[in-house]
T-cell receptor
Framework: GENVEQHPSTLSVQEGDSAVIKCTYS??????FPWYKQELGKRPQLIID?????GEKKDQRIAVTLNKTAKHFSLHITETQPEDSAVYFC???????????FGTGTKLQVIP | SAVISQKPSRDICQRGTSLTIQCQVD?????MFWYRQQPGQSLTLIAT?????????ESGFVIDKFPISRPNLTFSTLTVSNMSPEDSSIYLC???????????FGQGTRLTVV
């Protein structure tokens, strides 16, 4: 089955700096890669996603890149703000009602 | 996006007892998923529930411990049976979007076993 590794497990950045979270996956059949943000005590919520036919996607301060050959994808947050502090999970799936495999999570702390 | 109502939101239970968690979706969905999230950990899939058939369990999870019902296309229950303190976790139900990719989550059930 799919295995998703995520690094780093914790990340502290100064407000205004950039944050990068990296993930690798094992199943070459995976073709959809969502990123979830989970604030303390709340459910995970989708913040951005990318499909395997796209190399990069951007939404305001958030961007995701995908390297299919190397089987890795990354989340980039620019101009970080204190409200970006949360746990971020990457995930991979083949879609089509198949299960989603989550990474181990990254706790991001943005220091004002 | 799907609206998922999960209850109870939290409970404190005595060891040896069972708790049933309910998940209601505002639209018909093919599959519903149940996850466990232990404190400070990632989400681990317990099982996939299809309407009209037995749930499919992931390695390490068994039906006797986590029986699941899926009586229709909008509702599912997960029971945590014969609980021990190690079962203390957040349990989340999830469904896929109509595009059959993105996962939507219920608000979770925070279970504490004492």
């Amino acid at each position: 089955g799919e295995n998703v590794e995520q690094h780093p497990s914790t990340l502290s950045v100064q407000e205004g700096d950039s944050a990068v979270i990296k993930c690798t996956y094992s199943d070459s059949a995976s073709n959809y890669f969502p990123w979830y943000k989970q604030e303390l005590g709340k459910r995970p919520q989708l913040i951005i996603d990318i499909r395997s036919n796209v190399g990069e996607k951007k939404d305001q301060r958030i961007a995701v890149t995908l390297n299919k050959t190397a089987k890795h994808f990354s989340l980039h947050i620019t101009e970080t703000q204190p409200e970006d502090s949360a746990v971020y999970f990457c995930a991979a799936t083949t879609g089509g009602y198949q299960k989603v495999t989550f990474g181990t999570g990254t706790k991001l702390q943005v220091i004002p | 996006s799907a609206v998922i109502s999960q209850k109870p939101s939290r409970d404190i239970c005595q060891r040896g007892t069972s708790l049933t968690i309910q998940c209601q979706v505002d639209s018909q969905v093919t599959m519903m998923f149940w996850y466990r999230q232990q404190p400070g950990q990632s989400l681990t899939l317990i099982a996939t529930a299809n309407q009209g058939s037995e749930a499919t369990y992931e390695s390490g999870f068994v039906i006797d411990k986590f029986p699941i019902s899926r009586p229709n296309l909008t509702f599912s229950t997960l029971t945590v049976s014969n609980m021990s303190p190690e079962d203390s976790s957040i349990y989340l139900c999830s469904v896929e979007s109509p595009r059959a990719v993105e996962a939507f989550f219920g608000q979770g059930t925070r279970l504490t076993v004492v």
